[in-house]
């Protein structure tokens, strides 16, 4: 168990709707632990256990939404 934050710049999230999809694609990961989207900024912070999921799961989720992912 290791436990890590990654703080995530999306592209294109404007609103509830599309806070919600960004968190349910990455609550569906198994490891991932919490998920906080700030759409003013754009930015997605992922609490997730590096030992079972890792940041490249963690983009393709959110990119398989169809938003942009750095
Ligand atoms: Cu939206």
């Known amino acids: 168990m290791s436990k890590e934050t ?3 710049r999306v592209d294109g999230m ?3 709707h599309c806070e919600n999809a960004v968190k349910k694609a990455l609550g569906k990961i198994p490891g991932v632990s919490s998920v906080s989207v700030n759409l003013d900024d754009g930015t997605v912070a992922v609490e997730y256990d ?3 999921a890792d940041i490249g799961q963690l983009k393709a989720a959110i990119a398989g939404e169809g938003y ?3």
């Open 6 to 8: 990654a703080e995530l």
């Open 14 to 16: 404007s609103c509830s």
């Open 50 to 52: 590096a030992s079972t």
């Open 68 to 70: 942009g992912v750095m």
